[in-house]
T-cell receptor, first 115, second 114 residues
Framework: DTGVSQNPRHKITKRGQNVTFRCDPISEHNRLYWYRQTLGQGPEFLTYFQNEAQLEKSRLLSDRFSAERPKGSFSTLEIQRTEQGDSAMYLC?????????????FGSGTRLTVV | AQSVTQLGSHVSVSEGALVLLRCNYSSSVPPYLFWYVQYPNQGLQLLLKYTSAATLVKGINGFEAEFKKSETSFHLTKPSAHMRDAAEYFCAVSDREGYSTLTFGKGTMLLVSP
């Protein structure tokens, strides 16, 4: 197992374009989380999946954001009509059902720059 | 509702000195508490976690933290700092109920000078 994998590592896009990020969790983890981290801040929760079901969404997740996890495996996070305020590091994490026991394993993140 | 406050956005120590990074939490239910470290342009690596066993928790790289319920604190310490410890450190809390999502503090940058 190579841990949580995120692609791409970096993405530069023009304002108004759509972008999609991918996260491949640890294979035996059935929970998957997306976080956003802006400069000087801690990660902020965006959304969470248990298997293929999206169970919780933060108020930070505007209508321009959509996340999917088909078949409970990898997940994608899409941002439509990007804005400069979307520039951030997007982190994916996965855990077992009892995340507090095994901990949450984070990927290296995708850094988005909107110009 | 849960929250984490990390006192001090930056902490500077000399190599070999004691490291103390402060974390206070607020949680309506008994918490699980975590410390993560983040090196530049990397994801978060788990240092240690408190899950209601021993209140003094030992982690990787010589770090440890003590859960103090009466003070709602979970401060991170290391007896002797190394240059390689220079990084950003995040304290996080998770409920024992619900979906167990993590709520992070704003982070503390640890600077280590020779």
């Amino acid at each position: 197992d190579t841990g949580v994998s995120q692609n791409p590592r970096h993405k530069i896009t023009k304002r108004g374009q759509n972008v999609t990020f991918r996260c491949d969790p640890i294979s035996e983890h059935n929970r998957l989380y997306w976080y956003r981290q802006t400069l000087g801040q801690g990660p902020e929760f965006l959304t969470y999946f248990q298997n293929e079901a999206q169970l919780e969404k933060s108020r930070l997740l505007s209508d321009r954001f959509s996340a999917e996890r088909p078949k409970g495996s990898f997940s994608t996070l899409e941002i439509q009509r990007t804005e400069q305020g979307d520039s951030a590091m997007y982190l994916c994490a996965s855990s077992s059902n009892r995340g507090w026991i095994g901990g949450y394993t984070f990927g290296s993140g995708t850094r988005l720059t909107v110009v | 509702a849960q929250s984490v406050t990390q006192l001090g956005s930056h902490v500077s120590v000399s190599e070999g000195a004691l490291v103390l990074l402060r974390c206070n939490y607020s949680s309506s239910v008994p918490p699980y508490l975590f410390w993560y470290v983040q090196y530049p342009n990397q994801g978060l690596q788990l240092l240690l976690k408190y899950t209601s066993a021993a209140t003094l928790v030992k982690g990787i790289n010589g770090f440890e933290a003590e859960f103090k319920k009466s003070e709602t604190s979970f401060h991170l310490t290391k007896p002797s700092a190394h240059m390689r410890d220079a990084a950003e450190y995040f304290c996080a809390v998770s409920d024992r109920e619900g979906y167990s999502t993590l709520t992070f503090g704003k982070g503390t940058m640890l600077l280590v000078s020779p």
